[in-house]
């Protein structure tokens, strides 16, 4: 029983919570989208349809990658799982996990990468202050007040 729950916790650590940090430095979704952001940053119809364009083929490879890594993660599991553990295999599943994520990683950097050269050094740069603004104030919104406790 213990051996199955450190095998989980280190499972966890190990492979699913980077997956969790990458890709925090862009708004979820269509921020584009969203008319507050489009009059906020002045963007314009071009802009917005290439930001769709760029959406559209980094979700699609998006989708395969995480399908990947999902499928990876599933195999070390398996191996966690075994009555004896195979140091060989579980490092080379690892090792596979890892490829995996940094795919993902890395294609979520394209896409602030394709991001940056659509709406430029200003708007880009605009665009991370209102992100952070706006998980300061979900934050505070969830916390339930604003400042530390008193």
Known sequence: MLK???STLLFFFLVISP???????MPPGKWWKDPQVVEKLD????QISKLDDAY???RRQLI???SNA???RFELEQIFDRKSIDDAAVKT???KVEEAQC????ERFQFIMKVRKIVGYEKFNKLKTMFVQFHKNRFQSKSGRFGPKK
Request: no cysteine.
């Open 43 to 46: 963007l314009d119809d071009s």
């Open 93 to 95: 599943q690892y090792q």
């Open 70 to 72: 999902e499928s990876e």
């Open 64 to 66: 395969k990658l995480k």
């Open 19 to 25: 997956s969790l940090v990458v890709g925090q430095d």
């Open 103 to 106: 795919a993902l990683g890395a």
């Open 4 to 6: 199955k729950l450190l």
């Open 56 to 58: 559209l083929k980094s």
